[in-house]
């Protein structure tokens, strides 16, 4: 029996989630794939974050996800199927008749529910911080923060952190290509969101579907109130400030981004007041121009290093799919190839 294949992703996102179902999916059809996702965080899904305060459940990275390709289409049917998935709205504050999803108990659940999908098929291991990806003479090698797990070895890399992540994890191992290449992806820039998490008594009343969605707006840019989304049994609200205003303030301690944003807040709130408030950072929300290709190859020896995520196909959660579909279709096609010699 011939060696298996070893596919190491870096990152368990979407992206990472993905590209290791489709690396997997029919195993049996090709050569034996090995795949193992690392991730610096203690569960899956990355950005598709939700975080609970007392006996509040809040998304505060993603909130809810469109649909426009046929394969994202034939993948949320099946979500939607499951009970994954939900409906949540078709606009907001006016209606424009294309559905948004959430994910039921909130978008978090997404990805726990792709991990256990996959558990029969991937080893996932979580907080495991990649440090190095390194060219070895037959494989690649990616050692990790303070030697926390043993060098893997691995015939094919799908990197899914944003890409100034994955720059520092080439750039530690000698590995970030060089000329154009090298060029495109260290001035590869990400848009920076602070996002302000609120509990409030009683519950505010944003207009139906119990958020606001202001793209021009100079301080927040969205606004939900995350039972009326039914995702919480309490009432709780996630604010998302403009990108401006965010950079402006990144480096402000949380009082003060508080200070700042403290007459809006109310205005949005009205008579509800704040219980707990908490201030989450999110230094890589979304790529300032995502990349037209799905997924990147940037290396073919000692095997294939891929890049993929949301820099790539669309910085959305569609795009974070597509480029995961993407690059686990292309590694699986070249592991074909080489076991066919
Ligand atoms: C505030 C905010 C609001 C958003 N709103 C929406 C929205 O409403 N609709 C929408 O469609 N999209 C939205 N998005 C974008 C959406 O969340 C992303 O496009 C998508 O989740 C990205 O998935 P990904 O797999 O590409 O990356 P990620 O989810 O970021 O996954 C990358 C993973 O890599 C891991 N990682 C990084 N470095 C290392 C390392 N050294 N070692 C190991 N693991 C590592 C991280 O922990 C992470 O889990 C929003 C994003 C943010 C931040």
Not at 116 to 128: G, K, P
Not at 185 to 209: E, F, N, Q, R
Not at 264 to 275: F, I, M, N, S
Not at 289 to 305: D, F, K, T, Y
């Amino acid at each position: 029996m011939s060696e298996p294949y070893r596919v190491l992703i870096i990152g368990a996102g979407l992206a990472g989630l993905t590209a290791a179902d489709a690396l997997t999916v029919g195993a049996g059809a090709g050569p034996p794939i090995e795949v193992t996702i690392v991730d610096k965080a203690k569960g899956p899904g990355g950005r598709l974050a939700t975080r609970r305060i007392g006996g509040a459940t809040l998304d505060h990275g993603a909130q809810f996800f469109t649909v426009r390709s046929d394969d994202f289409r034939a993948r949320v049917d099946r979500w939607l199927a499951d009970g994954v998935v939900e409906e949540w709205c078709r606009g907001f504050e006016q209606t424009d008749g294309y559905p948004r999803y959430r994910a039921a108990g909130g978008m978090n659940h997404l990805g726990k529910h792709l991990a256990a999908e996959l558990a029969d098929r991937v080893t996932l291991v979580a907080r495991q911080r990649a440090e190095a990806i390194i060219a070895g003479p037959d494989r690649w090698a990616v050692t990790y923060e303070a030697a926390t797990r043993d060098v893997d070895e691995a015939d094919a890399i799908i990197a899914t952190p944003p890409i100034p992540q994955t720059v520092e994890l080439l750039r530690a191992g000698a590995a970030l290509p060089g000329g154009e290449l090298g060029e495109r992806l260290t001035g590869t820039a990400y848009h920076k969101v602070l996002a302000i998490l609120a509990t409030v008594d009683p519950a505010p009343g944003l207009p139906s579907p119990g958020a606001l969605q202001r793209p021009d707006h100079p301080i927040f840019t969205f606004v939900a109130d995350n039972q009326a989304k039914g995702i919480s049994d309490e009432a709780a609200v996630t604010f998302h400030l403009a990108h401006a205003l965010s950079a402006e303030l990144w480096d402000a301690a949380d009082d003060e981004v508080l200070a700042r944003v403290d007459d809006e807040l109310r205005t949005v709130l009205g008579p509800a007041a704040v219980t707990e408030i908490q201030v989450k950072r999110w230094r890589y929300a979304g790529p300032a121009i995502p990349s037209p290709e799905h997924s990147l190859q940037i290396a073919a020896r000692p095997g294939p290093l891929l890049l993929a995520g949301d820099a790539f196909a669309g910085a959305k959660v569609e795009g974070a799919f597509l480029s995961g579909l993407d690059a686990g279709r292309a590694v699986h096609r070249l592991a074909g190839e080489r076991a066919a010699g």
